[in-house]
């Protein structure tokens, strides 16, 4: 696969790069046997995150020996100094390398985090007494608010950003990826599938590399995922393709679930992208998917009792508190019309949960 430098950190790492959150949700075997089918087909950027469970450790294992064959990024959501150091290390002991090709803030979305950051002895300056001690190469940092990355930016001390990028998200076009090339600042694309929403994964990351300087990162965790995401190297979006993104940007319109997951815990065990998903991926596999479990899941949604902890963690500032119930109700209405659940049941359920918030 092509090799692109990544801005000024003079990174070369592979055109699409690997997003290993999805490997989370395999057990070790298949995470590896997948990273290494990866890289056996031209793959040579990976990007984790500490929070990301068990995908740094699969990581390790995968590219163990590949030395500088691969760029390795991984993050860190430390909350105090001591977490930061403790973090940093572990990613280094669960990576299996010398040093940290690139690590990057994590989720800096508000503007005390990233003053925090810029402490004269705070975080910054800890990962730049890494780099002296050789430990680090190069620092960079991710958002979901491409306007407060333009001022992280300005500061000149970050060497990558990365943050949503893909057709629906588009934002960052307007001022941050221009801001970002004329500091030759390395882009990233995170969630460049917009978390699983486009009816054609292949054209959105096709559409992303028109950009030949913004890196794009799709989450993998399956082979055909692999293969998919090869194809989008072959040509760029066709009139189709682009009249099918524009299709998916206007039934889903800007306030829909990335399926980041961030919003968990429920205190009521909710799970609110689960159910948020659930109408747009029954509309394209069909309906008659919906199964018991399905059912479950959404009777577990009416149960939710507004306590906004969800909310107040969604990078997206979702409306969570009503749309967990609108949308359990309206997919158990869906279910009732379907025949899988009778209106009596429906109402059961409704008074059930009435009495139990
Ligand atoms: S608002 Fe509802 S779904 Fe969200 S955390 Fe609270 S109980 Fe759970
Ligand atoms: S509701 Fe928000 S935090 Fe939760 S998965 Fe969706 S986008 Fe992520």
Not at 93 to 113: A, G, P, W
Not at 152 to 163: D, N, S
Not at 293 to 319: E, I, M, V, W
Request: glycine share 6%; proline share 4%.
């Amino acid at each position: 696969m092509e090799q692109v430098r990544l801005g000024k950190a003079e990174l070369l790492v592979s055109r699409i790069g690997f997003g290993a959150l999805p490997i989370q949700s395999v057990d070790r075997n298949s995470a590896v046997k997948v990273v290494r089918y990866a890289y056996d087909r031209g793959f040579t950027f990976f990007d984790t995150a500490r929070v990301y469970t068990t995908s740094e450790g699969d990581l390790g294992i995968a590219l163990a020996g590949l030395g500088e064959k691969v760029v390795v990024a991984t993050k860190s959501v430390y909350k105090n100094m001591k977490q930061l150091d403790q973090d940093f290390y572990t990613s280094l002991n669960n990576l299996k390398r010398s040093h940290l090709d690139l690590y990057q803030f994590h989720i800096v979305n508000h503007q005390k985090e990233l003053e925090a950051i810029l402490k004269k002895g705070g975080p910054l300056d800890y990962l730049r007494e890494q780099q002296r001690k050789g430990k680090l190469r190069h620092i960079g940092i991710t958002s979901h608010r491409p306007t407060l990355m333009l001022k992280a930016l300005e500061t000149g001390v970050f060497e990558t950003v990365q943050v949503p990028f893909n057709y629906i998200e588009n934002e960052p076009l307007e001022k941050l990826i221009p801001l970002a090339r004329s500091l030759d600042i390395g882009i990233i694309a995170m969630k460049p599938m917009a978390g699983g929403v486009f009816s054609n994964n292949r054209a959105a990351i096709s559409w992303i590399l028109q950009h030949p300087d913004i890196i794009p990162i799709p989450g993998m965790c399956k082979i055909e995922e692999i293969d998919d995401n090869l194809q989008a190297l072959t040509a760029p979006p066709s009139l189709t393709d682009l009249a099918q993104l524009e299709d998916d940007k206007q039934e889903l319109g800007t306030i829909f679930c990335r399926r980041c997951d961030y919003c968990l815990p429920c205190p009521n065990d909710i799970e609110a992208s689960y159910i948020l998903h659930s109408g747009m991926i029954f509309k394209r596999v069909g309906w008659d998917k919906m199964e018991q479990s399905h059912l479950d899941a959404f009777t577990k949604g009416l149960s939710c009792d507004q306590c906004g902890a969800c909310a107040s963690r969604c990078p997206y500032n979702l409306p969570l508190t009503e749309m967990v119930i609108d949308e359990s109700k309206a997919m158990l209405r869906k279910a009732v019309e379907l025949g899988k659940l009778t209106e009596d049941q429906l109402q059961d359920k409704l008074k059930a949960a009435e009495k139990k918030t």
